[in-house]
């Protein structure tokens, strides 16, 4: 009837689709040279200083952890990770309790201002953020915060997906279950932290880790609040350790790698809740 | 009835309060004096006098902002449209495979996206390097000599816009998946039973009902690509910044470098309106797709 060859997905009719075969190759291939330079990275971050620069083997040909051994001790890159676990901590958690209090009272209360708080909410997310970096500095310097963990934190505590993304999840549940509990006597705190909340934890791990990562890796605003080293996040400091070392490529690769593996591991072990809370936010349901 | 209602509003207060006080003094605030201190000539810190549309006139014949206006311009087309054209095609060899081969590959196109912006600098800065960089094995050949990518003006633009791709399109390439995902198989399997090519079941079944997920990566990109800062500075450091300035950099530089606090404003103002513009048409394009 039909030549199964033509089919998009020729495995189901159990024939062997050289052109499938082909495509897969294919898909491999481009996902090798889209890959590879991180993984560039990752190998010069493993040989010699003297090796960096002179060889092109695709592995390094004296695998050595010097570099890392190097920066650790010879830069501020310790101090850098414990500012952006200090801040990104900070974010994730206020944020995610600021959100998840004002998406309920949102979503389920009456109260007067209730939707032009809503249409707020739904129009800030047009404004754009950096356009409001001066003014940032302004009020954080006026409140002599700059330099500090609180005036670092500030300023990336804008966040309207998130609280828009709690209110579509808490419109979602059933009035019943807040008639029945407030009929046995609970209060509203208990209602959304021990009803509400749990019915679905993946939404606030979703949440949590994108906050997180999207935290770590902000570079405007930690660029301009932390001007001393010593407040330095991660992502702001690991340049700096580029003026101090010049072309030292080995060290500074195995500076890049430090920086971003905490976030990527964060991908990587929470893959699902990643491409979940993506999703989510971009009002798709994955 | 009545005292249940005044304690629900008590507690609605009480749950609304620190997201309201941090949306206010964070967001509205600073938004609202922007807008005033455009209109001063007031330095960073400190209070200016007040000017009127003085900013405003000097913006519409400084140079160096049309210049910001034409790069942020530049940037955005070298970036929206490739991008997403790249997600797409990604998407669609990504979503033919299955199990752990789907995963792998998944993730070793969106892992850069998890990446900060100076790792993702100082891994292409290594990249591209004009002595050592592999890249130049590539441009080589049909150059004829090692290019310093972001030290040669006509490259910056484009080198930037590449890596921009590089780092951000996971995001695009993940909605397009769930776009994918969504179309029922059954519409394919109809498809092949009546005789449909390859050619025919992607302009006929896929294309059109991945069409509103193109729009939603599309307007998604440009908001987010007309705030380009990061890459730009890091790369330009050392430069001649004027002749690859964008406008959050220029922002940047009137303030922070120049101390001129009300004309960055009056930038940020500019910004905003352009981004705010976009941002409408984002959003009736985003209600479009709701209505259906």
Known sequence: MIAPAIAPQGRRWGTINLGGALLTALTLICACVWFFPIYWALVTSFRTDDESIKSFSLLPEHPTLDSYLYIIAHSKLPIFYLNSTIVSLAVTAITLVMSICAAYAISQLEFPGRRLLWWTILASFMIPVPALIVNHFIIIASVNLINTYAGIVLPLLIAPVTVIVYKQFFDSLPREFREAAVMDGANEFQLLFRVFLPMNWGITAALGIITFIGAWNNFLWPFLAAQDETMMTVTVGIRAVQDTFGVAYARLLAGAVLAGLPVSLAYLLFQRRVTQALTLSAGIKG | ?292
Request: hydrophobic residues 55%.
């Open chain 2, 1 to 292: 009835m009545l005292k249940n209602s005044a304690t629900e509003r008590l507690a609605a207060v009480a749950l609304v309060a620190p997201f309201v006080i941090i949306y206010c003094w964070m967001f509205v605030y600073p938004t609202v004096r922007m807008a005033q201190l455009s209109l001063t000539d007031a330095p960073l810190i400190g209070a200016g006098h007040w000017t009127g549309l003085d900013n405003y006139r000097r913006l519409f014949s400084d140079k160096v902002f049309w210049t910001a206006v034409w790069n942020t311009s530049y940037f955005v087309l070298l970036t929206v449209v490739p991008g997403t054209a790249a997600a797409l095609g990604i998407a669609l060899m990504v979503s033919r495979l299955s199990g752990w081969l789907q995963s792998l590959i998944l993730t070793m196109f969106f892992l850069p996206y998890v990446l900060p912006v100076t790792v993702v600098y100082l891994i292409w800065q290594w990249l591209g390097n004009v002595q050592f960089g592999v890249l130049q094995f590539i441009v080589v050949p049909f150059v004829g000599h090692p290019v310093n990518m972001w030290r040669t003006i006509p490259w910056f633009m484009p080198w930037v816009a590449l890596i921009t791709i590089w780092w951000t399109n996971g995001f695009s390439i993940l909605l397009f998946l769930a776009g994918l995902r969504n179309i029922p198989s059954e519409i394919y399997e109809a498809a092949v039973l009546d005789g449909a090519t390859r050619r025919q079941i992607f302009t006929r079944v896929t294309w059109p009902l991945i069409w509103p997920v193109t729009v939603l990566c599309l307007t998604i990109q440009l908001i987010l690509q007309l705030k380009i800062f990061d890459q730009v500075y890091l790369f330009a450091l050392g430069g001649r910044t004027a002749a690859t300035m964008v406008l959050v950099q220029y922002i940047y530089e009137q303030a922070f470098q120049r101390n001129a606090g009300g004309y960055a404003a009056t930038i940020a103002v500019a910004l905003f309106v352009i981004v705010v513009g976009f941002s409408v048409l984002q959003y009736q394009v985003l209600r479009m797709r709701g209505a259906r």
